[in-house]
């Protein structure tokens, strides 16, 4: 697959088999992400693989984080049921690559170009994936920047989740999409 048709035929999915993903595809799709663009060489990514009951890290971030800003006392009963329910969450696919932004201390450096440099691994992440005929979804929301998710993965400093990819075989499903041209989004200075 050429990259225009990765770039254009690449979708998020959020529904996958169960099968497990082979471990030479994820070591191919965390290589993708370190060829990422980085300014001045910082590197500045952190990778955690979970599969099978290892996914459960994730899960336990997700619970506590729910417990944590529940906004009622809650029972024992309501307390589990909550735990449970979220959870449930790290296991929507087989294998769940949380991605980090670790900042380099390097004063030459922003820190928000180290956050855009996770971020492009995350894309190369998921091209690769999508090349490799594997679904994959780059999930976030509150929870990931919540300060349980990163005692969760034991973050320190500067360090912040930048999402989870969740990885799988593709339940097939009509993808279109839609895009604005980018006439409409471009300003063109010649002068």
């Not at 990259?3 to 099968?19: L, T, W």
Request: aromatic letters at 8%.
């Amino acid at each position: 697959m050429d990259v225009q048709e990765a770039i254009r035929s690449r979708r998020s999915i959020g529904k996958v088999k169960p099968d497990p993903v082979d471990r030479a595809l994820i070591e191919e799709i965390l290589e993708a992400g370190i060829w990422a663009p980085n300014h001045a060489h910082t590197e500045p990514w952190r990778f955690w693989v979970m599969t099978g009951e290892g996914r459960g890290l994730l899960g336990r971030g997700y619970a506590e984080v729910a417990l944590a800003e529940a906004v009622d006392q809650l029972s024992d009963e309501e307390a589990e049921k909550l735990r449970d329910a979220n959870m449930k969450k790290a296991f929507r696919a087989p294998a769940v690559i949380a991605v980090a932004v670790s900042p380099s201390e390097k004063a030459v450096v922003p820190e928000i170009e180290e956050y855009a440099a996770a971020h492009a691994a995350v894309h190369n992440m998921l091209l690769t994936a999508h090349a490799l005929g594997l679904g994959a979804i780059w999930r976030t929301g509150a929870p990931t920047y919540h300060p349980k998710m990163r005692e969760a993965f034991g973050l320190a400093g500067k360090e912040e989740l930048v999402g989870f990819i969740y990885l799988g075989y593709p339940e097939p499903l009509p993808l279109k999409a839609v895009r604005k041209p980018f006439a409409e989004k471009t300003i063109w200075v010649t002068e």
